[in-house]
């Protein structure tokens, strides 16, 4: 029983039993039929207005030909600033870009260790920002990330958006 039940399920026979008759019939070979070509189906291509999509990767070589095509360079920018290996900021260099439009963000968090200097540069910073009629926001509790908007640059305090231009430049 258990060498049928072998055979039915095509496994190999037990080494300790007689192999069974092994009946050669011949049977017709078939010749596998030619595999069904189905073409791909050809579709329209939509293309989207660049206004429709929603992402856009600003860096590829598309973006910045179009870009400067449409819009030319721009006037202002976001700059990120740390202190050097002195732990000192150039200040005279902030404020000229400030008074350019510019929106800088002092980072203070390499001098975590050093409250004093930190306190000394945020200081500094508040000055020449108070100096060109400027606000200046922390945007941590630890007051160790600086926001400083340029001129004619706008913060909504309320809704925490920033952009947009001001009326007055």
């Known amino acids: 029983m258990r060498r049928r039940l072998y055979d039915l399920f095509g496994l190999p026979q037990l080494p300790d039993s007689e192999p069974a008759e092994v009946v050669d019939e011949a049977l017709p070979v078939e010749e596998p039929p030619d595999p069904i070509h189905i ?40 700059r990120y600033i740390r202190p050097d290996d002195m732990h000192r900021l150039p200040l005279d260099a902030i404020s000229t870009r400030l008074h350019q439009g510019d929106v800088c963000l002092v980072d203070l968090s390499s001098l975590a260790h050093m409250d004093s200097q930190r306190s000394a540069l945020s200081r500094q910073v508040q000055d020449m920002a108070n100096y060109g009629g400027l606000p200046v926001f922390a945007l941590d509790d630890s007051n160790r990330l600086l926001l400083i908007p340029g001129r004619g640059s706008r913060i909504d305090t309320e809704t925490h958006e920033l952009g947009g231009n001001s009326i007055i430049d």
Not at 41 to 70: M, Y
């Open 39 to 78: 073409p791909k189906p050809v579709r329209k291509v939509e293309r989207k207005p660049v206004k429709d999509l929603r992402f856009h990767d600003l860096g590829s070589k598309r973006w910045i030909e179009w870009a400067s095509a449409h819009q030319g360079l721009p006037r202002r920018g976001l």
